[in-house]
């Protein structure tokens, strides 16, 4: 870990010497938008070389007598919009305008541009229109006028919205978020329609702008909080951020911990829950998935169905996840404990049985535990690689097939392809990907150290595991709290998930200006 | 740095633990032979003769269990001699049933041997204690075909035996405390090959130091364990009854089966006369399952439950004068004179069963209540 440290260290050294890969393709400033048309086009031409799918429409324009251009990009931009909204209008329905024939149009006059679009901005130099053309506005340059016009007709491809196949849901809504920010933040106010979710838009990465929103309530966030993740956000020094995983690494607090340290989302309902509960969503243009802060390690296990279904059963399910959490970081390793060390502990029929099929195997347990948890992890990888039917396919010949034949010809024990695979479907019980992915990762470790040291081995891989937790933190806040530090009235929805109208207050964990959630809707627990 | 502290401190920890005493004790399972019974015998010319059983997991191996005979000293020093023997290497983590020969239980200091079960933390001390009528040899080679691995049979009949208050069970760990508690001797259950099958015949029972004394069969063991108030499961008991009417057969139909559902006891303790006097009461509710003569338990419930309790009363009686005269006293009763006559027994404390329980007026009542006679009257 040490070696490591250096090695990156040296590169970002490195890296610091050569200059800052992003302030050379900054680009330069180009200037305003000159009055004559001609050297606009140039300009134009000039900024946006080699681009095909740029469209220059040039046209008559009657109200000031004189030449217009209107600059889109093809298929970033709505033809439909162009054609109907604004082409038509500007060439044809232009007469009744308030502007005296060649006179001048300015800001004032703005709103009396014959388009029938909502929105419209004005733009004075080049840098605004760059930003404007490349997110699917069409720009109207006229000759003549030091201005030019900014209308909202994006229509990029986009995806309808659908049910988020990494965090499908039974009960839950059935609608994920898209890869269009503006389409995000609408599924999250559908969620929340108050005047108390504000939107804080921030745009990073300096050749190519993302636009990030930060989403809070304004009366429930710690305003420290939201100061913590602008900060983080606006020191950002990157070319450009494609996603939102590239986003969580760019800014979490422990760049090497295993552990996710923010949660990332695909879902409108949890993130609108966790907005009410006072965390911090932001949302990443371009991206399907948004990412909440700070998170706790309850949120790993919170699913949203346990909201929906009765809370016996969301309390079952909630414990059925610790469980087998545990179980997937660290079965295998108790297993090749238990039989390289301590035998003791298992029972004496299950001795002999496993005794009888180690027989036959050539390889230590490690090995034996190595060979098929790389073998279910192949598979895994295979199986999201492959179109769905072929993808099942892969499943049910590598876990049936290749499992049951490596058992007769005795490269590994029948336990432990019972050990690998019991492991396997406890790591998908997880309703967070990214945690899910971590507790695999967790587990190979363990094994190492459990073959080595044994049960003591595994004790000292839970301890590291612990101090980690508890000393990891998410957005600066602890990462383990409700659980370390100790925050006992929190406790109502982590181990446990108690009736709705028990939990009447915001977690204290994220320290909400606002404690209160609902009133008592039931008093002794009687049904008013 | 913070991080960077953590992950220094992190790979401490691991260095640190390579440093564990956990770290070199490394057996994998196939390299283990599991020893599930160990057999303790002396031979003609009084040598110690150890015999070890264990399973075999290799498939190639047509018979499922190996058996080592040798002799030694110790059993420590046993088990250097059957690791030069047996498949692999020896573990008695997981061992089963020690068959201790009558022969040695016959001699004075044998205890002694068992020092290294004690001793070794990886050993198990439940495994069961188990006196053989007989030679252990043929027990230890014994095959049969009916049954599984004779070590796991024989586990497994000494639990449910003993679960159905049959036989007494000693785990090492109990025969340790047994043993080194003055006021109560130590028992094992009995075992004997007998027509090629393995017979439970009831308890041995042994003195202080762990010399053979006596042994008592299945009845007897049942009153001892209602004596002892240590009823396990269902306890069914038979009775012949003298003073019902005998009609003439070659069957006996004065008997009757009942279950004896609970045993509440109450035992005082007096001491008069350089005599312990213990007053046993036995309170016990019965349910009938079997009568062989006519009789209205309906009506006439008192006068069947007076002569159940004088027949029990009589069996105890003579069960405990077997005791008395055999000079053992497994019943507890020593614990009781320990606890309410402390003066009296502290003088004879080191020579309880000798000097006191043999000497001492033991008056059994049974007091017991029919409370279901079965579904015909």
Redesign the interface.
């Known amino acids: 870990?040490?070696l490591l440290?250096r090695i990156i260290k040296y590169f970002n050294r490195r890296s610091l010497q050569t200059s800052s890969p992003s302030s050379g393709n900054r680009a330069p400033a180009r200037g305003h938008v000159h009055s004559q048309l001609k050297a606009n086009i140039e300009a134009i031409r000039a900024i946006f070389s080699k681009a095909p799918d740029m469209v220059m429409r040039s046209f008559f324009y009657r109200p000031t007598e004189s030449h217009a251009v209107l600059v889109y990009f093809d298929g970033l931009a709505d033809k439909n919009s162009i054609n109907n909204n604004v082409l038509y209008q500007l060439m044809f329905e232009s007469e009744d305008i308030g502007v005296a024939k060649g006179g001048r149009l300015g800001k004032r006059t703005l709103p009396l541009l014959p388009v029938t679009l909502g929105h419209i901005t004005t733009i004075s130099s080049f840098d605004q229109f760059e930003l404007a053309i490349l997110h699917g506005k069409s720009v109207l340059f006229i000759d003549g006028v030091e201005q030019a016009y900014a209308f909202n007709t994006q229509g990029w491809p986009q995806r309808a919205i659908s049910d988020s196949q990494i965090e499908a849901s039974l009960k839950g809504a059935h609608q994920g978020f898209i890869e269009t920010s503006e389409m995000n933040v609408a599924l999250i106010r559908r969620y929340i329609s108050s005047r108390e979710l504000k939107i804080k838009e921030l745009s990073v990465g300096s050749r190519v702008a993302s636009k990030l929103s930060i989403l809070y309530l304004e009366d429930v966030t710690e305003p420290e909080l939201l100061a913590e993740m602008e900060r983080r956000l606006t020191s950002l020094n990157v070319d450009c951020i494609l996603n939102t995983g590239e986003l969580a690494e760019l800014i979490e607090d422990?760049p090497?911990s295993l552990l996710p340290q923010f949660i990332t989302t695909e879902r409108p309902d949890t993130a609108a829950s966790q907005i009410l509960q006072g965390r911090l969503c932001v949302i990443v243009d371009r991206s399907s998935s948004v990412l909440i802060a700070p998170a706790g390690i309850a949120a790993f296990f919170q699913g949203i169905d346990d909201y929906s279904t009765r809370w016996p059963v969301a309390t079952f399910m909630r414990l059925l996840r610790f469980f087998a959490c545990f179980l997937a970081a660290f079965l295998p390793g108790i297993y090749i404990a238990c039989?390289?060390?301590n035998?003791?502990v298992i029972p004496?029929?299950l001795?002999?049985s496993?005794?009888?099929f180690?027989?036959?195997?050539p390889f230590?347990?490690l090995i034996e535990a190595l060979i098929m948890e790389i073998t279910l992890e192949m598979l895994r990888e295979a199986g999201i690689r492959l179109p769905a039917p072929v993808g099942q396919t892969v499943g049910i010949v590598g876990g049936i097939v290749i499992g049951q034949a490596a058992v007769q010809a005795g490269i590994v024990s029948n336990l432990m392809v019972v050990v690998v695979s019991s492991t396997a479907v406890a790591s998908f019980i997880l309703p967070n990907y990214d945690m899910a992915s971590a507790i695999r990762l967790i587990r190979f470790p363990v094994m190492l150290?459990a073959?080595?040291?044994?049960?003591?081995?595994i004790i000292?891989a839970f301890m590291?595991l612990i101090?980690?937790l508890i000393?990891l933190t998410s957005l600066s806040e602890p990462f383990s709290v409700p659980i370390a530090p100790i925050r006992i009235s929190d406790w109502k929805d982590v181990f446990v998930r108690l009736p709705l109208w028990k939990m009447t207050t915001r977690p204290r964990s994220v320290r909400s200006l606002q404690k209160k959630r609902m009133g008592s809707n039931r008093s002794d627990g009687e049904n008013k | 740095m913070r991080k960077k502290q953590f992950c220094c401190m992190t790979v401490a920890v691991c260095l640190l633990s390579l440093l564990l005493s956990g770290c070199k004790d490394r057996l994998d399972l196939e390299n283990i032979t599991l020893v599930l019974m160990v057999g303790i015998d002396l031979d003609e010319d009084n040598n110690l003769v150890l015999y070890s059983s264990s399973p075999v997991f290799s498939k190639e191996a047509k018979s499922k269990n190996e058996t080592s005979k040798v002799t030694a000293t110790t059993i420590r020093e046993a088990r250097g001699e059957l690791e030069a023997r047996v498949s692999a290497l020896i573990s008695i983590g997981k061992l089963q049933n020690v068959l201790i020969g009558k022969r040695v239980l016959r001699h004075k200091g044998w205890v002694q041997l068992l020092d290294v079960l004690y001793r070794d933390s990886k050993a198990k001390t439940n495994a069961r204690l188990i006196a053989v009528d007989g030679p252990v040899e043929p027990v230890m080679y014994f095959a049969p075909d009916d049954k599984r691995r004779l070590s796991l049979h024989i586990a497994k009949l000494v639990d449910t035996a003993h679960e159905r208050n049959l036989v007494e069970k000693s785990t090492l760990f109990e025969f340790h405390r047994l043993l080194f508690d003055k006021s109560i001797t130590p028992y094992m259950t009995e075992l004997r090959l007998s027509n090629s099958e393995i017979v439970l015949p009831g308890t041995a029972l042994l003195d202080n130091e762990g010399i053979y004394r006596t042994s008592i069969n299945l009845e007897e063991n049942e009153l001892l364990q209602i004596i002892q108030d240590e009823k396990l499961a269902d306890l069914s008991l038979t009775l012949v009854l003298p003073d019902v009417k005998h009609e003439k057969s070659v069957f006996e139909t004065r008997a009757i089966s009942f279950y004896v559902t609970d045993v509440k006891r109450k035992v005082s303790v007096g001491y008069a006369g350089g005599k312990f006097i213990f007053d046993i009461d036995l309170d016990l509710p019965i349910h009938l399952t079997e009568r062989l003569f006519a009789y209205n338990v309906d009506k006439n419930a008192t006068r069947l439950e007076a002569m159940i309790d004088k027949q029990l009363e009589q069996q105890m009686g003579k069960l405990i004068a077997k005791l008395q005269k055999a000079k053992v006293d497994p019943t507890g009763l020593g614990l009781f004179a320990r606890a309410y006559q402390y003066a009296a027994y502290k003088k004879v404390s080191d020579g309880w069963e000798k000097d006191a329980f043999a000497k001492a007026d033991v008056r059994i009542r049974v007091d017991t209540e029919i409370k279901d006679y079965g579904e015909m009257r």
């Open positions: 870990m040490e440290l422990n090497f039989i390289s060390f035998h003791e004496l029929d001795i002999l496993i005794g009888q180690r027989a036959a195997v230590p347990p150290i073959s080595m040291f044994g049960i003591v081995g000292v590291v101090a980690h000393s």
